[in-house]
């Protein structure tokens, strides 16, 4: 079982649509979570930490639910420049600049 | 923010040779350097973990004698795949963070090298 999951979709949507992907994580000891936001081909860029009382960034919100083990991220009004491959990430240390563990990611494609 | 520089970005060799791949932080000193690799479709897996000045320290299922790491100063990192097969075919991404202090203390991706072995 791979340590971090996601549903891969993809997930097809219309622009200024509000979409939420889930993802799973199995250590409870994983201390720091994240979203990664990959284009095609290129290297995965910091989109938000995630923190267990929420935060929200525009028009991204993220939610960590620590008893569940499990990590949301919405997206209000989505934007053709949204489309993307969505990675969550979780850390066992206290930031992001040790060992991450990656899920396979989500795909999202926004439609005009 | 901090830059990574991975050179090349794309090389293609051929089966049983070696491919060497730097991986460079260009405005600070990384205290610690990591390699990635991604299949198509899948999440990035972590190969391994390298100190400046130490040996780098490989997860489990990486052949270290396959993949040499070797990480001489605190801004540049060689990754060096040995005698390639087509299965070693893949995009490979280093990261590095520097020290705590740094103004923007976080993990910072280069931009990857696709590797394909004929």
């Known amino acids: 079982r791979k340590e971090v999951e996601q549903d891969p979709g993809p997930f097809n949507v219309p622009e200024g649509a509000t979409v939420a992907f889930n993802c799973t994580y199995s250590?409870?000891?994983?201390?720091?979570f994240f979203w990664y936001r990959q284009d095609c081909r290129k290297e995965p860029k910091l989109l938000m930490s995630?923190?267990?009382s929420g935060n929200e960034d525009g028009r991204f919100t993220a939610q960590l639910n620590r008893a569940s083990q499990y990590i949301s991220l919405l997206i209000r009004d989505s934007k053709l420049s949204d489309s993307a491959t969505y990675l969550c990430?979780?850390?066992?240390?206290?930031?992001?600049?040790?060992?991450?563990?990656f899920g396979q990611g989500t795909t999202l494609q926004v439609k005009p | 923010g901090a830059v990574v520089s991975q050179h090349p970005s794309r090389v293609i060799c051929k089966s049983g040779t070696s491919v060497k791949i730097e991986c460079r932080s260009l405005?600070?000193?990384?205290?610690?350097m990591f390699w990635y690799r991604q299949f198509p479709k899948q999440s990035l897996m972590l190969m391994a973990t390298?100190?400046?000045?130490?040996?780098?320290?490989?997860e489990q299922g990486v052949e270290k004698d396959k993949f040499l790491i070797n990480h001489a100063s605190l801004t540049l990192s060689t990754l060096t795949v040995t005698s390639a097969h087509p299965e070693d075919s893949s995009f490979y991404i280093c990261?590095?963070?520097?020290?705590?202090?740094?103004?923007?203390?976080?993990?910072?991706f280069g931009p990857g090298t696709r590797l394909t072995v004929t």
């Open positions: 990261s590095a963070s520097g020290p705590p202090g740094l103004v923007e203390y976080e993990q910072y």
């Open positions: 250590n409870s000891a994983s201390q720091s």
């Open positions: 995630v923190y267990s």
């Open positions: 990430v979780v850390s066992h240390g206290s930031s992001n600049t040790g060992k991450l563990i």
């Open positions: 405005d600070f000193q990384a205290t610690t």
């Open positions: 390298s100190n400046e000045g130490s040996k780098a320290t490989y």
